[in-house]
């Protein structure tokens, strides 16, 4: 599930959406209204529930190899997504959708690496939301190896850490940063 050339997505478990408004989101680090979409490289990191907290890791061009093969692994392609094993059956049973959107009014977000499309005018879905499927066949399609883990934050200490690319959403809603006698 990724745009076409022209088109941005913006995934929901909504699917009666049919004007996107630009606003100021709960979790927004930015202060400015937008409406919020991803490219065709972003996409992955919306193939889950909402609220669903994510540590995600892929191979860049100053990746050493010594990184790629320590986090990732052996056989594990070059791109990693992490999840804590409380989320799995949400994964699963999710009815995710992703809503086409023009992409002529939106631009790139995130320094230095864009992280996300945004448009400050209100933006009309190209059509009907389409319901996205089997979220965990989206990944195994993609070549995207999904970890499975009690707990995100050593891992993402580790990817934080290493010279491999990284993304975490919603790790607010991750169990708590174990404390050292927990290890």
């Not at 630009?22 to 680090?29: D, F, G, I, K, N």
């Not at 699963?92 to 499309?117: K, V």
């Not at 993609?142 to 891992?155: K, S, T, Y």
Request: hydrophobic residues 35%; glycine residues 6%.
């Amino acid at each position: 599930m990724r745009p076409e050339p022209g088109q941005v997505l913006h995934f929901s478990e909504d699917p009666t959406i049919t004007r996107f408004v630009p606003h100021v989101a709960a979790t927004a680090r930015q202060p400015e209204p937008y409406v919020w979409a991803v490219d065709h490289g972003r996409a992955p990191d919306y193939w889950f529930p909402r609220d669903c907290p994510r540590a995600m890791t892929w191979v860049g061009p100053t990746t050493a190899n010594a990184d790629r093969e320590r986090i990732i692994g052996p056989g594990g392609g070059t791109r990693l997504h992490a999840i804590e094993y409380r989320w799995v059956t949400r994964l699963l049973d999710a009815r995710l959708y992703a809503y086409r959107l023009p992409a002529s009014s939106f631009r790139p977000i995130g320094e230095p690496t864009p992280f996300a499309m945004v448009s400050t005018e209100p933006v009309e879905p190209l059509g009907p939301p389409e319901r996205v499927g089997d979220l965990l066949k989206l990944h195994e399609t993609a070549g995207i190896q999904l970890r499975v883990l009690d707990n995100l934050w050593e891992f993402w200490d580790a990817v934080t850490a290493s010279t491999l690319e990284f993304s975490g959403i919603r790790l607010r809603n991750a169990h708590p940063r174990p404390t050292p006698r927990d290890r």
